[in-house]
């Protein structure tokens, strides 16, 4: 987690995705960083995300992001 929690702070530093939970929802992250956020979880993670990995529902928090990297691991 706290790999991930340094991609996310070097994307938007601005951000506290310790304790943010509306990502998405609220506005804090926008398509480019999202597209950013699957670059770099692909590479620092080995993963592949697919089109269905790219919803919101995986990327309200850094828990859920945690989560569906976990779950791509396998």
Known sequence: ???????L?????DVDFTTENDLVG??????LDIMEIVAEISDAFDI??????IVPANFHSAEALWQMIQRKQG
């Open 26 to 31: 609220g506005g804090i992250l926008d398509s």
């Open 9 to 13: 702070n070097e994307i938007r530093p």
């Open 1 to 7: 987690m706290e790999k991930l929690l340094a991609i």
């Open 48 to 53: 592949t995300l697919s089109p269905a990995d």
